[in-house]
C-alpha cells in the first residue's frame, strides 16, 4: 500500500516550454505532498510543500512563479515547470507522508531541457 | 554546515562482505531517523525508521542510532549484488506529516560478484 505514482518518468523539452508533472496517490489520500529536485550526485532539496486546498509553501531560494504546484484534490498533485531552461535540467520526486511511518516517493521525473 | 552529512561514496565491497553506512548531523532537535534506497533513476524506497538511540533490525539491514553522538549507521550483512544502489540517510525533527526530511547526499554502493 501508500503508493504514489509519479508520471512522466522522463521529459525533454524545448527551452521556454512548460512541462507538468503529475504526482498520484493510489491507495491513500495525501494531504501534503513534498516536492524535491535532485542534481546528480547531489541530494534530494525540497523545494515546496503542498497542501490540499491551500497555497504551496516554498523554500527560499525556489521561484513560485516558476514552479507551479497545484494539489487540488486528495489524490492529486502536479509541478508545472514554466518557461523551463536548461538548469531546470533535474530529477523531480515527489514524496507523501504514509500513514503508519516514513514517506513514500513517487518513482521520479527527469526533465531535460534543451 | 549542511545538518546531514553523508560520505557519498563510491563504495565497492565483494559479494558477502558487511556493509557499513554512516551519516553525521548537526541539529540534536532531529528525532526521527530512515534509511532509504535509490536505485538509478528511481525513487527513494523505505528501508528502516527508528526514532530512538540503539539499534534495529530487520534481516540483513540493522540501524543504529546514537543521539549523543549524532551519528546514524547502517550494516548490510552478506551484501548481495543485487544491494547495489545509493543510500539515503534521512531525518527529521517531527513525525507530523506536515514536515519534510533532511536527507544526505547519498552513498553510492557497489558489490561486485
Known amino acids: 500500500g501508500a503508493v504514489v505514482s509519479q508520471h512522466p518518468s522522463w521529459v525533454i523539452c524545448k527551452s521556454g516550454t512548460s512541462v507538468k508533472i503529475e504526482c498520484r496517490s493510489l491507495?491513500?489520500?495525501?494531504?501534503?505532498m513534498f516536492w524535491y529536485r535532485q542534481f546528480p550526485k547531489q541530494s534530494l532539496m525540497l523545494m515546496a510543500t503542498s497542501n490540499e486546498g491551500s497555497k504551496a509553501t516554498y523554500e527560499q531560494g525556489v521561484e513560485k512563479d516558476k514552479f507551479l504546484i497545484n494539489h487540488a484534490s486528495l489524490t492529486l498533485s502536479t509541478l508545472t515547470v514554466t518557461s523551463a531552461h536548461p538548469e531546470d535540467s533535474s530529477f523531480y520526486i515527489c514524496?507523501?507522508?504514509?500513514?503508519?511511518?516514513?514517506?513514500?516517493f513517487g518513482s521520479g521525473t527527469r526533465l531535460t531541457v534543451v | 554546515q549542511k545538518e546531514v552529512e553523508q560520505d557519498p561514496g563510491p563504495l565497492s565491497v565483494p559479494e558477502g562482505a558487511i556493509v557499513s553506512l554512516n551519516c553525521t548531523y548537526s541539529?540534536?532537535?532531529?528525532?526521527?531517523f530512515m534509511w532509504y534506497r535509490q536505485y538509478s533513476r528511481k525513487g527513494p524506497e523505505l528501508l528502516m525508521y527508528?526514532?530512538?538511540?540503539g539499534n534495529k533490525e530487520d534481516g540483513r539491514f540493522t540501524a543504529q542510532v546514537d543521539k549523543s553522538s549524532k551519528y546514524i549507521s547502517l550494516f548490510i550483512r552478506d551484501s548481495q549484488p543485487s544491494d547495489s544502489a545509493t543510500y539515503l540517510c534521512a531525518m527529521s525533527w517531527n513525525s507530523n506529516s506536515g514536515y519534510a526530511l533532511n536527507f544526505g547526499k547519498g552513498t553510492s554502493l557497489l558489490v561486485t560478484p
Open positions: 514524496s507523501a507522508p504514509m500513514k503508519t511511518y516514513g514517506y513514500t
Open positions: 527508528t526514532y530512538s538511540s
Open positions: 491507495d491513500f489520500q495525501a494531504t501534503t
Open positions: 541539529n540534536s532537535a532531529f528525532q526521527y
